[in-house]
């Protein structure tokens, strides 16, 4: 059984092998997921409508990602299945990629500060952290059977849904845990800060202005801050439903020169 297990994991080391060069040099056949990586983010980052084709400089920074990305296997559980009458291998594995959720702070700033330089702040660390990181560990899992009529352990083709490129089903899994990784998840960043900021708003139009007034320059000069704003907002939220409403206005209204000390001239 051991030995099963081994030829699964290798089969999946060797496919990660064959992927990854470690070199940022410029293939004329790139691979379709460090295509689509330098895509979209050389459209996000400059803001422009999707096109067709990449430029070199985000295509050599997307290889290097995926170089450093080191997916390999962790183990496997072998097991026959009577209906295709063959044997499978649910391989486990893991992937290291930069750790995005440590950039919630400057993703979230952009929201709350719609001006370039949030935006190129976020977009420079996005980029540093996926090729140099800190990287943290995702996982996995994909499949290689062996048949009868082909007995060494191999992965069956699979036609991706989102376009008609066929690909084996190692490939297939791993760039889906790449993409929701790399992709996915940074633009799902500043979504809970959104929607914390909306169910803190107290109803006091004062008071709302104020935080929102704060919540913009915190995030423009000091966006680690924003936690603090948002747990201020919470609590003067949560007062809402306790005291009167002239008592919360005169208490929003106490922070305000705490809050004016704190701002410069770039929130204005």
Request: net charge negative; hydrophobic share 35%; proline share 5%.
């Amino acid at each position: 059984m051991q030995e099963r297990y081994d030829l699964a994991l290798q089969t999946l080391v060797q496919q990660r092998e064959a992927d990854q060069t470690g070199t940022t040099d410029i293939p004329v056949d790139a691979p379709p997921m460090a295509v689509l990586l330098a895509t979209w983010t050389r459209n996000i980052e400059r803001h422009v409508d999707p096109v067709d084709g990449v430029d070199s400089p985000h295509l050599a920074w997307a290889l290097q990602v995926l170089a450093n990305s080191r997916c390999q296997p962790n183990r496997s559980e072998v097991w026959h299945s009577l209906t295709e009458d063959m044997r499978v291998a649910d391989v486990y594995f893991t992937c290291r990629v930069g750790d995005i959720e440590r950039l919630r702070h400057l993703s979230e700033a952009t929201v709350f500060d719609d001006s370039e330089q949030s935006d190129q702040r976020f977009w420079k660390a996005y980029l540093s952290v996926l090729r140099d990181g800190p990287f943290h560990e995702i996982s996995g899992t994909t499949r290689l059977v062996s048949t009868a009529r082909e007995p060494d352990w191999h992965s069956e083709e699979s036609v991706h849904p989102n376009d008609d490129v066929s690909r084996t089903r190692v490939e297939t899994d791993i760039h889906d845990v790449l993409v929701e990784a790399l992709i996915a998840q940074p633009r799902r960043l500043d979504h809970a800060g959104t929607h914390d900021a909306i169910a803190q708003m107290t109803g006091i139009v004062e008071c709302d202005d104020l935080l929102q007034q704060h919540r913009r320059c915190v995030a423009r000069i000091a966006p680690q801050e924003l936690k603090g704003v948002s747990d201020l907002a919470s609590t003067l939220s949560k007062r809402r439903q306790q005291i009167p409403e002239a008592e919360l206005l005169r208490q929003c209204m106490a922070f305000r020169p705490r809050m004016q000390a704190l701002w410069t001239r770039e929130c204005q």
